[in-house]
């Protein structure tokens, strides 16, 4: 809260505070204040929670924040810093809700146009399953929540999924042809280009 008391302003905060805001449907994030700030002659150093919840779902984090320090950025007018524990938090809030699972389609997406005849060229057992060609859905379910791990100018993505795949009969029924499990590290790079944070996704397995 702010008040004047003539020409003073005084700035009062409380570290007793839930302040949570929405990021979309799906999460919000609770950056209430973990300690009074520091106040030096050349900055302001606020400490913020930074925990992320399911929407409306305040579950208890499996995660426990490591206290961090913050590299000297003396000509910067603004600098912020995100912790691992931030990146853990919305992995796990975002599992909870379910944003890892996924249903691929030629219906929801337009450029998907895969059959059984595809996959029939790889896999022997579907063509013996499927003759006439029917259209393809996919799957996709995150079965543990993704790890995320801070790096030296990056951060990589950990995930552990099945794929399950199906075919489309005629009748607008589905039938399932095989589910397979999937394994996935990326890393993934954050650039600011032309005033813009640009990120880069690299599949190192």
């Keep these: 809260s702010f008040s004047f008391f003539g020409n003073i302003l005084y700035l009062a905060l409380s570290t007793t505070l839930t302040v949570v805001m929405p990021i979309d449907d799906l999460a919000e994030v609770d950056y209430s204040l973990s300690s009074l700030p520091a106040v030096f002659q050349p900055f302001i150093d606020l400490d913020l929670k930074g925990t992320v919840f399911p929407a409306g779902n305040y579950t208890a984090s499996p995660y426990v924040a490591a206290p961090f320090s913050v590299t000297d950025q003396s000509d910067s007018m603004l600098f912020l810093a995100f912790s691992e524990y931030f990146f853990q938090t919305s992995s796990f809030a975002y599992y909870t809700a379910g944003a890892f699972n996924m249903t691929i389609a030629e219906e929801t997406c337009s450029y998907f146009n895969i059959s059984t005849e595809i996959f029939g060229s790889i896999i022997p057992e579907v063509a013996k399953y499927s003759v006439t060609p029917y259209p393809v859905m996919l799957k996709l379910m995150a079965t543990e929540i993704p790890v995320i791990s801070l790096e030296q100018d990056s951060f990589t993505v950990e995930i552990q999924g099945s794929m399950e ?24 790079s954050l650039n600011i280009f032309d005033q813009k944070l640009m990120g880069s996704l690299c599949l190192n397995r």
């Design 165 to 188: 795949v199906l075919a489309v009969l005629p009748d607008s029924t589905t039938q399932s042809l095989f589910t397979m499990n999937v394994a996935a590290n990326s890393s993934i």
